[in-house]
């Protein structure tokens, strides 16, 4: 239990951190800079190897085919897409509105990241070795996603009250999972975990490539530092991980 409020301690550290300091745009662009990095790292080096094992013609956890599980990816990019373009978007010149938009969609491919996240903790719980290297690797990226969280929230202009009760519904979602996973441990099917694994790559991989990214160079001023920045995140994750 001890470890689950540490997760839950330093996500919340990482996400409210930030706020005490004043934020102009220019400094929000740079930072989300960084948290892109984060993300994408996260996606091509974590998310998408852990599915790497299954290719078309093979067989993973619970005799799912490889194919399904690409097709899980396909349709977490897809969903968080049409969510986001028919739901959370107007078609105006609302800058403030397209950002909001942005939140929400990483918002939502965050929380689904966090809760496979505990659920496989939990399951790697039983084994010392592998568990205590996860929770390392928990505890060093969940305040890095959580200040990620906070820039693409800090951009949107959210209500200083909306996003303290997100970051702190966001920093439980990985402790709720593992909690999940140790109580329904045997009814938790590896399959059910793959699905949730491929759908988060597919929303991390929307939400990364198609709003973080040309969010970060909507604006031509500092280049060469969010460059810099979107490669140091990367370059941290590859340490975490």
Request: charged share 15%; net charge negative.
């Amino acid at each position: 239990m001890t470890d689950l409020v540490w997760i839950f301690a330093v996500s919340l550290l990482g996400g409210y951190l930030p706020l005490l300091v004043h934020w102009t745009d220019r400094l929000r662009h740079a930072a989300l800079a960084l948290s892109t990095g984060i993300f994408l790292a996260a996606v091509f080096l974590h998310l998408l190897p852990s599915l790497g094992g299954l290719v078309d013609g093979h067989t993973g956890p619970g005799g799912l085919d490889g194919r399904t599980v690409w097709l899980c990816v396909l349709l977490g990019l897809l969903g968080v897409y049409l969510v986001e373009a028919l739901v959370l978007r107007t078609h105006d010149k609302d800058e403030n509105h397209r950002h909001r938009a942005v939140g929400w969609a990483a918002l939502v491919g965050l929380t689904v990241h966090a809760l496979t996240t505990g659920v496989g903790y939990a399951a790697a719980s039983a084994r010392p070795d592998v568990s205590d290297a996860m929770l390392m690797a928990i505890l060093t990226h969940k305040g890095f996603e959580s200040f990620s969280l906070l820039t693409v929230f800090q951009l949107g202009h959210f209500p200083r009250r909306q996003t303290l009760l997100m970051v702190l519904l966001f920093s439980a979602v990985t402790p709720a999972g593992a909690l999940a996973g140790k109580l329904f441990a045997d009814g938790l099917a590896d399959s059910g975990v793959l699905i949730a694994t491929a759908l988060a790559a597919g929303t991390f991989l929307f939400v990364c490539v198609g709003e973080l990214l040309p969010e970060v160079f909507h604006h031509r001023e500092d280049i060469l530092v969010k460059i810099g920045l979107l490669a140091a995140g990367v370059g941290l994750t590859m340490i975490v991980h």
